[in-house]
């Protein structure tokens, strides 16, 4: 499954729900990689967002945001297209 990703929450919905039943693989705009960012400090990290014409995935995470401990935790992938 297939899940745009902005603040995670969509994504941490699917993958609490398919509970590893499919697997589920996180997406983002290139010049917004703040989940990619995220997950690879290990924590919540600042960017600088790009121009997309999916602006409903732009911005940063909350510090703190349970979307992104769900999503880290589960081992969800998050890749940027």
């Known amino acids: 499954i297939v899940v745009p990703t902005g603040g995670g929450g969509l994504l941490s919905g699917v993958a609490v729900a398919t509970d590893g039943r499919a697997p589920v ?13 995220a997950l ?9 967002p790009g121009p997309s014409l999916a602006d409903g995935l ?3 995470l909350e510090p703190g945001a349970l979307t992104f401990e769900i ?6 992938p998050v890749h940027t297209v």
């Open 25 to 37: 693989v996180g997406v983002e705009p290139a010049l917004n990689p703040a989940f990619t960012d």
């Open 40 to 48: 690879a400090a290990g924590r919540t990290t600042t960017i600088v």
């Open 58 to 60: 732009l911005g940063n």
């Open 71 to 76: 999503v880290r935790t589960v081992g969800v």
